[in-house]
């Protein structure tokens, strides 16, 4: 891909050793820093083996980090679901002709998008727990599932505003002037392209909301950092657990983006809702610096 | 009522917010240094610069912010023994922990800036990197010239929405005990279970207070600022 | 057009459940019937007292929970063990999430205006944990030093009042990262109850780098917390407890649990002879 860059020319013979310096220099570097690391972490006995051994028996994976990471997948998987519902209808009704309906809505969205989501998780557990509001052991997991859910429905009928103000005015002008009423035209023909035209963000926010149960650890859902924590004070090795776990973190994320880029690619070959898949910007991106510059799709949203 | 008064006294929730406030300030200026410094590697001729720029937004990015503060403190500052304050000093392990949350809020929101800059980078027409080489310009003066200056323009929106997920996450930095907003309203809801909701009303409120204003003037900065073509 | 917002709900139906699914499989593995079920809080992170070791707890709070249990009705394959916070104990009592806690939980007047507790069944001390080289040699000798506790307990915050008005104070969520910066040299000092102490400085990664200093500074009642009111457990509670001391049960524990740390407790108090009246 960099060869077709704009920035920079082919490169000569002077720039071809310049870069090559560069190039090398920047292993060098980043060599010494990785030495610097292994060797602090050696002096300071983060590296023998009865810290790392652990992660190679059976007990510590069926006993920790994949019940760990089913709790850290079942909160996020429910999240998706719930933010999905109530983003729908937070957005259809931030796009209604009604004031009464489009006020609250508004006042509602722009609310759970400015509250932090531990400062939520952190509330709906104090709730929960007050009132009683769920079954005892669902207590963590519904106050975890409730903040994301509230802060990414809000995300969510932002992405439907926004893939309905996407499509072409002549969709909404047809569905009238074959006389819809206003509902209709919302749900017959605006929404389900807007819709489609937003899945791949959507499965782009699961990685975010897939981030975020982590933070359900602090009140006490057993998901993956809690798990490690516990590994750490079984085995004396809290520093390999945690990055254990990030490992997994980001192995899982990893997998999740690049099902978001298959979904968009799918969208865009396949699909032609009338709006095309959602992307940050709407400039033609054949035309711009980054498309040819060694960059992949750019995804929208928010970041946590 | 008594309970708002408490915030202002007793739990002096003020200077909670005013530290979310440094927390959010420091680390959005240092985000934007270390996520421009990854956009240029990123879009580099040097193949090494742009496999590390790549490799970092993504291992970053999809990392739980929790972990990368954790790490900042247990990996960093407990094991690599990088302090980020005087070492003697007696107030040694707040300052510390207050840096080492800003250096771990800056490194993981610098990903997302980093993905900010290159929408902006979308954005420049491609006669503008075309025109800049025809004259005669390197790589670096391109983008320092003609190129960064109109992607700054054209990713005011995108980073505007960084900086509003920043003030929020910087509730975060309480796991290493930081006194933040979150950490402060923990303590009150424990203590005062009984106005659950005012508690958690005054916070909402504060977070409302912090996150609007900026939504609303990225949102009309990006428009005044755009770059007319 | 209605087909397709079908078909794209539905793939994010099926991704969500297929997540669901897949958790399942690895999820909570119990299943076995009969007999009434109860759920005991207990701490998984302190070695000793109350430790998740793999499937299995160990500790001297697990084994109390386990016998008084037992005393109470409960099968043992019927215990369910929950991680109970030290900042979340009332909660998980008043919403009922948890029948009892054995929780290095100590009683206080502030503590019982919002649950009840039964026993004593072991009295523990505030005391320092540090470095077996270090030279302090009890709280006051803290000033300019940093001290490391827990966020949610005030025991650190009492060092600060109390002994050492220049000390500094770390906060982690658990003791584990406290272990962690002592062991790094990063603070000079872990403080808590002498049994948590104990039981780290004896962890098998740990022998010989930190030592118990030993000079307690307050007096720390364990009780069982149990809900608000709930009188006719905590009197059962109370019987089940005498017994275990009556028949050696309880030293037992305590030798198997501590025992190897070398910890004495003070012998006024330990093992219990009298039980707080329930109220």
Same mark, same amino acid.
């Given at each position: 891909?960099?060869s ?20 090398v ?7 010494l820093?990785?030495?610097f ?20 028996? @059976? ?5 920790? #980090?994949?019940?760990?990471? /089913?709790?850290?997948?079942? /909160? ?5 679901v719930?933010?999905? @519902?109530?983003?729908?209808?937070? @957005?259809?009704g ?6 009464w ?12 998008? /400015? !509250? ?50 996407? #499509?072409p ?19 017959? !023909? ?5 819709i ?10 699961? !990685?975010?909301i897939?981030?975020d149960?982590? #933070?359900?650890?602090?009140i ?7 798990k ?65 510059? @060694? ?6 949203v928010?970041?946590? | ?14 200077q ?12 959005a200026?240092?985000?934007l240094?270390?996520?421009?410094v990854?956009?240029v ?9 742009q ?11 999809n ?20 302090a980020?304050a ?14 080492l ?43 320092r ?21 920043l003030?929020?996450?910087s ?13 402060v ?37 990006s428009?005044?600022l755009?770059?007319?073509? | ?14 991704a969500?459940?297929?997540l ?6 690895s ?5 076995s019937?009969g ?14 007292i ?7 707890y160990?500790?001297?709070?697990v ?20 991680e109970?916070?030290s ?35 072991l ?9 077996s ?6 709280p ?20 600060k009042d109390?002994?050492?008005k220049?000390?500094?104070?770390q906060?982690?969520?658990?003791y ?22 104990a ?5 098998e ?14 007096t ?5 917390? $149990? ?13 089940? $407890? ?5 028949s ?9 649990? $501590?025992?190897?740390?070398g ?17």
């Amino acid at each position: 891909m960099s060869s077709s860059s704009v920035l920079f020319d082919a490169p000569g013979p002077r720039a071809k050793r310049l870069y090559a310096a560069v190039g090398v220099g920047s292993i060098v570097v980043l060599l010494l820093v990785l030495w610097f690391v292994i060797s602090k972490f050696n002096a300071k006995q983060q590296l023998t083996a009865a810290k790392w051994k652990p992660f190679l028996t @059976g007990e510590i994976w069926t006993q920790y #980090l994949l019940p760990g990471l /089913a709790g850290t997948l079942i /909160a996020a998987a429910i999240s998706v679901v719930l933010a999905m @519902g109530l983003g729908i209808l937070l @957005g259809v009704g931030r796009l209604s002709a009604h004031a009464w309906v489009r006020w609250p809505c508004s006042v509602i969205v722009e609310f759970f998008r /400015a !509250v932090p989501v531990l400062l939520m998780m952190l509330f709906m557990f104090a709730v929960y727990a007050n009132y009683e509001v769920f079954p005892p052991e669902r207590l963590a997991l519904a106050a975890v599932v409730t903040a994301l859910m509230l802060y990414n429905g809000a995300v969510v009928a932002e992405l439907v505003r926004s893939g309905v103000y996407s #499509l072409p005015k002549g969709q909404g002008e047809a569905a009238m002037a074959i006389g819809l009423t206003d509902g209709k035209t919302m749900r017959l !023909v605006l929404l389900p392209q807007a819709i489609t035209a937003m899945l791949p963000a959507i499965v782009g926010q699961l !990685v975010v909301i897939l981030k975020d149960t982590a #933070l359900g650890y602090i009140i006490t859902y057993e998901e993956l950092l809690r798990k490690a924590e516990q590994i750490g004070n079984f085995k004396s090795n809290l520093l390999p657990a945690l990055i254990v776990v990030g490992a997994i973190f980001v192995i899982v994320n990893y997998l999740l983006s690049l099902a978001a880029q298959y979904v968009e690619r799918l969208m865009r070959r396949r699909g032609r809702s009338a709006g095309g898949p959602l992307t940050a910007d709407p400039t033609d991106q054949n035309t711009a610096v980054g498309a040819l510059a @060694g960059a992949g799709p750019s995804d929208t949203v928010d970041t946590n | 009522m008594d309970v708002i008064s408490e915030f202002f006294s007793e739990y002096d929730g003020l200077q909670a917010f005013r530290t979310t406030i440094y927390l959010t300030l420091l680390s959005a200026v240092f985000a934007l240094l270390i996520g421009t410094v990854v956009a240029v590697m990123r879009v580099s001729p040097v193949r090494v610069l742009q496999v590390i720029g790549t490799a970092y937004v993504n291992i970053v990015r999809n990392t739980p912010l929790t972990l990368v503060i954790v790490f900042c403190n247990l990996g960093l500052f407990l094991q690599l023994g990088v302090a980020l304050a005087n070492k003697d000093s007696n107030t040694f392990i707040n300052d510390n922990n207050f840096r080492l949350a800003v250096l771990g809020l800056s490194v993981y929101h610098a990903s997302f800036v980093a993905e900010a800059i290159r929408s902006g980078v979308n954005t420049v027409p491609l006669g503008q990197a075309e025109a800049a080489r025809a004259i005669g310009l390197p790589f670096l003066k391109t983008l320092r010239y003609v190129v960064l200056p109109q992607a700054f323009r054209g990713a005011i929106a995108p980073l505007g929405n960084v900086l509003i997920a920043l003030t929020k996450n910087s509730t975060v930095a309480s796991v290493i005990g930081v006194t933040e907003a979150s950490a402060v309203m923990k303590v009150m809801i424990e203590n005062r279970p009984d106005v659950l909701f005012i508690v958690f009303g005054i916070f909402a409120i504060g977070f409302v207070i912090l996150t609007l204003p900026v939504g609303v003037l990225f949102t009309s900065m990006s428009k005044r600022l755009a770059v007319k073509r | 057009m209605r087909q397709r917002i079908i078909a794209a709900l539905g793939i994010a139906g099926l991704a969500a459940t297929g997540l669901v699914a897949c958790g399942d499989d690895s999820g909570s593995g119990s299943g076995s019937s009969g007999g009434e079920k109860v759920t005991i809080g207990i701490k998984y992170d302190q070695p000793g007292i109350g430790l998740k070791e793999g499937s299995k707890y160990t500790g001297m709070d697990v084994d109390v929970a386990t016998y008084v249990a037992k005393e109470l009705g409960y099968d043992e394959k019927n215990i369910t063990f929950k991680e109970a916070p030290s900042a979340q104990r009332e909660t998980l009592l008043a919403n009922g999430q948890v029948k009892m806690i054995f929780a290095s939980y100590s009683i206080t007047d502030a503590r019982k205006e919002k649950v009840s507790f039964a026993g004593p069944y072991l009295t523990a001390g505030q005391d320092l944990l540090v470095k077996s080289d270090s030279d302090i040699s009890g709280p006051d000798g803290l000033n300019g030093k940093k001290l490391c506790s827990v966020t949610g307990s005030t025991s650190a915050q009492k060092v600060k009042d109390k002994f050492a008005k220049t000390v500094q104070l770390q906060e982690y969520d658990t003791y584990s990262k406290c272990v962690e910066a002592l062991g790094a040299g990063a603070i000079d000092a872990l403080t808590t109850d002498n049994t948590i102490l104990a039981g780290y400085a004896s962890q098998e990664a740990n022998k010989g780098k930190f030592k118990v200093v030993g000079q307690t500074f307050s007096t720390e009642r364990y009780g069982v917390g $149990l809900k608000k009111g709930d009188t006719a457990t905590c009197t059962k509670v109370n019987d089940a $407890l005498k017994k275990m001391v009556d028949s050696g049960e309880w030293q037992k524990a305590f030798d198997k649990n $501590l025992g190897p740390s070398g910890l004495k407790l003070d012998a006024a108090t330990n093992p219990p002879k009298t039980f707080d009246a329930c109220a």
